[in-house]
């Protein structure tokens, strides 16, 4: 707030004489709002997730306030991207606070989803083993999922033609 205070003083003797001394006061908030101790600066979420507006703390000496950000642009390195939201303070005579700024990161942290995966079975040997199974992967974070296949026989097969191999038996 801006304002002037006029003190007026006027003195007059038994004659009429007199005299008058004006002080002038003004006053004038030309202080910034400053931002409070303690407030957060790191901001860590899920990818794919929203990052929270966290508002800051701040006062000014003379007046309301109001608060405003604005979000950076957005940066990629390997898993993790973010952005710097950048505050700033206004009290009501036009004051504007030095900047505060809030790193905001977003970390891949969740493993992929499999789709479509079938479930263990046991088989007779005069039966087939089904080919594999058309297994998807989707990912949050990644549009381009890599899926891998790989197959391990534990155990002897019978040879083919032998005793133990099922096609034998009539």
Known sequence: AQYNIIRRKKAVDHCDNEV???QTISVSDNQAPVWVDGNENTFVYECGSEAAV???GASDNCSEFEL????GNEWTYGC????V???TATDACGNTSVVFIQNISFEDTTEPQLSECPADLVLNCDEEVPAPAEVTATDACDENV????EETILGDMPAEGSIADCDLIT
């Open 85 to 87: 939201r950048s505050w």
């Open 54 to 56: 966290v508002t800051p």
């Open 146 to 149: 890599q899926l891998y296949y």
């Open 68 to 71: 405003s950000y604005e979000d």
């Open 20 to 22: 008058v001394a004006t």
């Open 80 to 83: 993790v991207s973010g952005f």
